[in-house]
T-cell receptor
């Protein structure tokens, strides 16, 4: 089964600093990969997705992620953190290659991002 | 657009009580699913449906029932609530990858926070 591992349940950065949230996947074939963000008391919103068209994926709010097959990674970055980026971030992988499984996402355990002044 | 609507937002149950969590979407999505979110465990798939009349089990289906009589609605039933079902429940929907040929991102509701005492 597909799975993702998010390293670090909590990450703290200063405003204006680089944000790096780590995600590694486990899959026998290159999967579809996603990053979602959850603000307090809300549902999840899609930040970006990788579907094999390009290895560097740009998302909303200045975030981007790079798919590295050799490292089985899909880390999320943002050059300069803002206070409004404080939220929980989830990496997810889909059951690509399984009939009807493309919609089923398996989520990582999440990384809480704190942005300090 | 309303998107994915979940009701109620909060619910407290006593052990053994039953209830139905409602989920409705107005985007004509074929695929609908239920996740539960628990601290440190990310989101785990409970049940999903690829279309009206078709449902299937996810990773953690025990204690939950679903049905899909219309495209718009996908209720989740707890037949006999247990404290282990205390969680935040999210409904999510998307176009079916079988039809669109690519991975369609999930749209999430704002969640139902359930406490079982």
């Amino acid at each position: 089964a597909q799975s993702v591992t998010q390293l670090g349940s909590h990450v703290s950065v200063s405003e204006g600093a680089l944000v790096l949230l780590r995600c590694n996947y486990s899959s026998s074939v290159p999967p579809y990969l996603f990053w979602y963000v959850q603000y307090p008391n809300q549902g999840l919103q899609l930040l970006l997705k990788y579907t094999s068209a390009a290895t560097l994926v740009k998302g909303i709010n200045g975030f981007e992620a790079e798919f590295k097959k050799s490292e089985t990674s899909f880390h999320l970055t943002k050059p300069s953190a803002h206070m409004r980026d404080a939220a929980e971030y989830f990496c997810a992988v889909s059951d690509k290659g399984v009939t009807g499984g493309g919609n089923k996402l398996t989520f990582g355990t999440g990384t809480q991002l704190k942005v300090e002044l | 657009n309303a998107g994915v609507t979940q009701t109620p937002k909060f619910q407290v149950l006593k052990t053994g009580q039953s209830m139905t969590l409602q989920c409705a979407q107005d985007m004509n999505h074929e695929y609908m699913s239920w996740y539960r979110q628990d601290p440190g465990m990310g989101l785990r798939l409970i049940h999903y449906s690829v279309g009206a009349g078709i449902t299937d089990q996810g990773e953690v289906p025990n204690g939950y029932n679903v049905s899909r009589s219309t495209t718009e609605d996908f209720p989740l039933r707890l037949l006999s609530a247990a404290p282990s079902q205390t969680s935040v429940y999210f409904c999510a929907s998307s176009y079916s990858t079988l039809l669109v040929g690519d991975n369609s991102p999930l749209h999430f509701g704002n969640g139902t926070r359930l406490t079982v005492t």
